[in-house]
Every structure is written in C-alpha cells, then in structure tokens.
C-alpha cells in the first residue's frame, strides 16, 4: 500500500480507539439523544396548542420531574417500611429454621445426620459475605455519587438537545460527504420515527403489566401493591431481565405472610409475563417496530457485556437505531445498489452481444450485395465491349 494508505490506516484505528475509551460518553449522549427525542413528543404536541419552544421545553422537563418524584414518593416509603420489617422476622425465621432442623435431627438415622447443614456453620460461613457487602458501602456510596452526576449530565444535554436541536442535527449531518448528506438526514429521520414507535409501545406494555400486576397483588392481598405494580410496569422497560429481577420484592413481601402466598404471587407473574411475551408484545411492536425476540436478547447480552448496566438498559433503542442504520446504509445503499449495478452490466454485456451477434450476421449479406455488384458491372462492361466490337465489324 502507498503511505497515504498507511496513515490512513493508522488514523483509522486510533479513532477507533478514542471511541472505545469514551464509549461511556457515548452511551450517555444516546440516553440524552433517546430522553429528548420522548419529550420532544411532548414539546410538539404543547407548541401546536399555540405555546413558545422554550415553555413548551420548560413544561415538559416540569412534567417530567413531577413523574419521577411521584414514582420514588410511591415506591421507596412503603419498600422502606417493609424492608423494616422483614429485617425484624429475619431473625425469627432463622430460629424457626433452627429449631426445625433439630427437630429433623431426632427424627433421622445418625448416618443422615451428618448430612444436614448445621445452622451455626451457616451463619459463619456467610459472615465473610457480610463483611464484604459491609466493607463495600463506601464503593457503593461513590458509585451513587458517579451515577447522580451521570443522571445530571444526561439532563442537562437532554435541556440542551430540546431547546434547539437543529444545529446540532447539521452538524453530525455535516460530517458525512455532501453528496450523501440529504440521505443522512432521510436516515435520522426514519431513526427518529422508530424511536417514537418503540417508545409507544414499550409505554404501552409498561402500562398494562403494572394494570394486571396491581389487580393481581390486590386480589391476592399482597401489601404495597400499588408500589410493585409500579415497579413491575418500570422494569418492563429492560426486557427479559426486568420481569424476572420484579418478582423478587412481591414474593419475599408475600413470604412474610405465607409460602403459598409466596408461591402465588410467582404463579400470577409468570402467567402475566406469558400474555405479554405471546399475545401484547408481537401485536403492539408489530405495529410500531419489528425486532425478534432473539435479536432483543443477544442485544442485551452484547451491550451488557461491554458497556455494563447502562449498555443493558439502552440495549433496546441501541437495536432499534441500530436496525435502521443497517437496513438503509447496508442494504439499501450498498448491497443493492451493487446489485442493480451487476444488473446493468449484464444488461449492457447482453445488449453489446446481440449487437454484436446482428452485425456478424449482417456482415454476409453486405459481402453478398458487393459480390454481385462487381458481377454487375462485369457483365456491363463484357456487354459494352461487345457492342463496342460490333459497331467496329459494321464500320469496316
């Protein structure tokens, strides 16, 4: 390769580089990109009622702020309280726990006993993990502090991207060739319209499983119901993961009460996660945005893996942004423009061959004609020789 190449080569992986060590960054800006884009609905929707950008913009953020204090003013006080108490009948049932195991000791051969775990090894074995989650209060502390300054700055741009998103949007434009600038802003256009109808959708789903969570934990007289119910409806948002990490808080709140409690609070969520997986989700985001269950899960899976818990709660957006890009880039633009190309070249190889075919074929005949031109001529002159000599014998 010439050294142009090279260094191009070179630029290329650096940039590459520089990408990976700010992928955090990155990952923030498209939280931002995504939050603004939902309020953006909002913002819209206030300034066709006749309102200013910049009020419209102001109340949204209001609106905004108000949901997420309501959401933690219903959630965190009553899982206080309950967290409370189940710290109170922790102790009680491990002396149940206990007591119950001596009691199976009586009852058993002493060629079983030795097999049955003794509650005082228990307890010191899960003292070192006690020690841990204790001696990690401080990562904790710290790692709340960088999360508040994250959720801050992904605010503060979210402000920014919603008060004049336009030259912001020419600029990326921008860093693209001219000739393919009004194709990107096509693109960002379709990515702005699969966002919108992945969010409907996703608050759509999130709505219904905190409905049919509520009415099932009042029916089973669970306590907090409207706090899990909300909190069902809020981890709806990270698919696959969520509903199972949202069971957990009903069914140790129901275990303080009884095992069947316990064990139909799990029934009630599974069956309300298989009417979600298999009759709301393929109807709502077949309307909205097509994504395969499969392709949702590796998704998680991926963006879990190398960008951590907020690659995991992007994991969805990142796709559905992801699959646009892939469709009207690589497959629109380049997979089959190469295609109808390779069509044109075979077409014109066709047409150049028939072409080529017809004058071949031609070329006898126009031999033919000459052919019989010259014998023409040839038999006018023999002719007019004859007259010719003729005329002389007639003469002398």
Same mark, same amino acid.
């Given at each position: 390769?010439?050294l142009?190449?090279?260094?191009?080569?070179?630029?290329?992986?650096?940039?590459?580089?520089?990408?990976?060590?700010?992928?955090?960054?990155?990952?923030?800006?498209?939280?931002?990109?995504?939050?603004?884009?939902?309020?953006?609905?909002?913002?819209?929707?206030?300034?066709?009622?006749?309102?200013?950008?910049?009020f419209?913009?102001?109340?949204?953020?209001?609106l905004?702020?108000?949901?997420?204090?309501?959401?933690?003013?219903?959630?965190?006080?009553?899982?206080?309280?309950?967290?409370?108490?189940?710290?109170?009948?922790?102790?009680?049932?491990?002396?149940?726990?206990?007591?119950?195991?001596?009691?199976?000791?009586?009852?058993?051969?002493?060629?079983?006993?030795?097999?049955?775990?003794?509650?005082?090894?228990?307890?010191?074995?899960?003292?070192?993990?006690?020690?841990?989650?204790?001696?990690g209060g401080f990562?904790?502390?710290?790692?709340?502090?960088?999360?508040?300054?994250?959720?801050?700055?992904?605010?503060?741009?979210?402000?920014?991207?919603?008060?004049?998103?336009?030259? =912001?949007r020419?600029?990326?434009?921008?860093?693209?060739?001219?000739?393919?600038?009004?194709?990107?802003?096509?693109?960002l256009?379709?990515?702005?319209?699969?966002?919108?109808?992945?969010?409907?959708?996703?608050?759509?789903?999130?709505?219904?499983?905190?409905?049919?969570?509520?009415?099932?934990?009042?029916?089973?007289?669970?306590?907090?119901?409207?706090?899990?119910?909300?909190?069902?409806?809020?981890?709806?948002?990270?698919?696959?993961?969520?509903?199972?990490?949202?069971?957990?808080?009903?069914?140790?709140?129901?275990?303080?009460?009884?095992?069947?409690? *316990?064990?139909?609070?799990?029934?009630? =969520?599974?069956?309300?996660?298989?009417? &979600?997986?298999?009759?709301?989700?393929?109807?709502?985001?077949?309307?909205?945005?097509?994504?395969?269950?499969?392709?949702?899960?590796?998704?998680?899976?991926?963006?879990?893996?190398?960008?951590?818990?907020?690659?995991?709660?992007?994991?969805?957006?990142?796709?559905?942004?992801?699959?646009?890009?892939?469709?009207?880039?690589?497959?629109?633009?380049?997979?089959?423009?190469?295609?109808?190309?390779?069509?044109?070249?075979?077409?014109?190889?066709?047409?150049? *061959?028939?072409? &080529?075919?017809?004058?071949?074929?031609?070329?006898?005949?126009?031999?033919?004609?000459?052919?019989?031109?010259?014998?023409?001529?040839?038999?006018?002159? &023999?002719?007019?020789?004859?007259?010719?000599?003729?005329?002389?014998?007639?003469?002398?």
């Open positions: 390769m010439s142009g190449k090279w260094i191009g080569l070179f630029a290329f992986i650096v940039s590459l580089y520089i990408l990976w060590q700010i992928r955090q960054v990155l990952l923030l800006i498209f939280a931002a990109v995504v939050l603004a884009n939902a309020l953006n609905v909002l913002v819209e929707r206030f300034q066709r009622s006749g309102m200013k950008r910049g419209a913009v102001l109340l949204s953020v209001l905004l702020i108000a949901i997420l204090v309501g959401f933690f003013w219903v959630i965190v006080p009553p899982f206080a309280a309950q967290l409370q108490q189940l710290s109170q009948l922790v102790p009680r049932g491990i002396q149940r726990f206990s007591i119950w195991i001596e009691t199976l000791q009586t009852r058993l051969s002493p060629q079983l006993i030795e097999y049955i775990p003794d509650i005082d090894q228990l307890i010191q074995q899960l003292q070192p993990l006690a020690n841990r989650l204790l001696g990562t904790f502390f710290s790692n709340s502090v960088g999360f508040l300054a994250q959720f801050l700055l992904v605010i503060v741009l979210t402000l920014m991207l919603l008060a004049d998103p336009v030259p =912001y020419q600029s990326f434009i921008r860093l693209f060739p001219s000739f393919y600038r009004r194709r990107i802003d096509e693109i256009e379709e990515c702005n319209v699969a966002l919108r109808g992945w969010l409907v959708g996703i608050l759509f789903n999130m709505f219904v499983i905190a409905s049919f969570s509520f009415v099932g934990l009042l029916v089973l007289r669970v306590p907090v119901a409207l706090a899990q119910a909300a909190l069902a409806g809020i981890l709806t948002f990270i698919p696959n993961i969520g509903p199972a990490l949202s069971v957990v808080p009903p069914m140790a709140i129901a275990l303080l009460d009884s095992p069947l409690k *316990s064990l139909a609070v799990l029934i009630l =969520y599974v069956v309300i996660q298989q009417v &979600e997986s298999n009759l709301l989700t393929p109807y709502v985001m077949a309307q909205q945005v097509s994504l395969l269950p499969a392709i949702t899960l590796l998704a998680q899976v991926f963006f879990a893996t190398f960008f951590g818990f907020l690659g995991l709660l992007l994991a969805l957006p990142l796709t559905v942004v992801g699959q646009v890009w892939l469709k009207e880039v690589i497959i629109k633009d380049i997979l089959d423009e190469w295609h109808h190309s390779h069509e044109r070249q075979t077409k014109f190889v066709i047409v150049s *061959s028939a072409h &080529e075919v017809a004058d071949s074929s031609e070329s006898p005949k126009v031999t033919e004609s000459s052919e019989e031109a010259e014998n023409l001529a040839e038999q006018k002159t &023999e002719a007019q020789e004859r007259v010719s000599t003729d005329e002389f014998h007639e003469k002398t």
